[in-house]
């Protein structure tokens, strides 16, 4: 078998831990398996690259940025090479470049193109474990690149895709996908299968355990994934098919995202072309508009509240200025979150609305902006309130059981 497997950053949080990962993928080179390593920077680390970048700019040259955070997850495959060469392995560490992870040119959020994986086929053909550094690539102009918050699964999930590996395992420091953070609500379940489209949709909204992107990439490909706990032996949560699930649970996960910001635009002009305009030029700086809703246009105006992530504000308040003088007033408001509900089942039971609505009312807690699919619905409420209405509702869907 070939099998990709990728460590996120508190697995590999220093040298002793990393030395725990390296006897663990030796134990899968020692069944006979051919394996390909994944690595995230130190836990850690990124954050404080990007805040070097930052003592001199708040918005600091994005390529420049690129090839400083980098180096993080560099470090890290190199350790981890060492350490594996050290129980006896022939063990190479390659950079996304070296790796053949080709991106387009948008630096700290590029997107892959493909993966030339003549070099890791190179090094898997001789015996050795590859252990690639993620969360970047190479652009088709030639400079290094970044692939954005959770990009090491990201560049695991193409790697185990272009190699048509067996198996793509995701290692974190938890057990698997839960039912919700266990740090929000203790009786949180861990989930033995889930689907693509309901992984995705977790991911999207706010669970930490895979990068949506990822999940889309994964489901696009067929590509296999587990996640993992790095620190214990216990079996994870498969992402797979729908077609694998025999049983379809109303309702599989709350998600919870506090990387949230509301903008209102009062009193805008109601007239063709305002909306267009404002949001191409949100989506010309890569900036990810989730909820939309506008009023009932009344005396030649009408109101516009949108949803972006709260790292992008700054960025969004510089573009907005822009459209002052189509509008009576805009305004921020970091203090929200939204909350969500993800199920399959919700494909084919009614109720569910007015439950989780009725839910929310029973706390008191007011909804500023729904959104729903058929297997989701999102609200967003206020900040303090978050945690309550996560725990309000794994109570009242009996997730816990």
């Not at 992984?199 to 999207?204: K, N, T, V, Y």
Request: charged content about 25%; aromatic content about 4%.
């Amino acid at each position: 078998m070939l099998i990709v497997q990728k460590y996120g950053g508190t697995s590999v949080g220093d040298c002793a831990k990393i030395a725990n990962v390296a006897n663990r993928v030796a134990s899968v080179k020692k069944e006979g398996h051919d394996v390909v390593v994944v690595v995230s920077a130190m836990s850690g680390e990124t954050d404080k690259l990007i805040g070097y970048t930052k003592y001199f700019n708040d918005i600091p040259n994005a390529k420049e940025v690129d090839r400083i955070v980098s180096t993080g997850e560099i470090v890290t495959s190199s350790l981890l090479s060492i350490a594996l060469q050290n129980l006896g392995f022939k063990a190479v560490g390659l950079s996304g470049s070296d790796a053949g992870v080709i991106t387009d040119c948008v630096h700290t959020k590029a997107k892959i193109q493909e993966v030339n994986h003549q070099n890791i086929d190179k090094y898997l053909k001789k015996g050795y474990i590859v252990v690639v550094a993620g969360f970047q690539g190479i652009s088709t102009d030639g400079d290094i690149t970044t692939l954005g918050r959770g990009g090491s699964d990201l560049s695991a999930v193409a790697i185990a895709g272009a190699l048509n590996a067996d198996l793509c395992e995701i290692y974190t420091d938890v057990d698997g996908v839960f039912t919700t953070d266990p740090r929000i609500e203790s009786k949180a379940k861990k989930i033995d299968k889930i689907s693509y489209d309901e992984m995705l949709e977790l991911a999207s909204l706010g669970a930490k355990v895979l990068l949506n992107r990822s999940v889309e990439m994964a489901k696009k490909l067929n590509v296999k994934i587990i996640t993992r706990n790095s620190f214990n032996n216990n079996d994870g949560t498969l992402i797979t098919n729908e077609e694998e699930i025999m049983e379809k649970p109303i309702i599989s996960g709350i998600a919870l995202d506090k990387n949230q910001a509301r903008i209102s635009m009062v009193n805008v002009d109601d007239k063709p072309g305002i909306a267009a305009n404002l949001f191409t030029s949100l989506a010309n700086s890569n900036i990810n508009v989730d909820m939309i809703v506008q009023t009932i246009g009344r005396d030649g105006k009408t109101d516009i509240d949108f949803t972006i992530p709260k790292t992008d504000l700054a960025i969004a308040k510089t573009i907005l200025s822009d459209f002052e003088q189509s509008s009576q007033s805009i305004e921020f408001d970091e203090d929200i979150a939204k909350v969500s509900i993800v199920g399959l089942g919700m494909k084919s039971h009614s109720g569910v609305a007015s439950k989780t609505f009725g839910t929310m009312a029973k706390e008191n807690i007011n909804i500023m902006m729904i959104s729903t699919s058929d297997i989701k619905i999102s609200m967003i409420i206020d900040l303090k309130y978050a945690e309550l209405a996560v725990r309000a509702l794994h109570c009242a869907y009996e997730l816990d059981k």
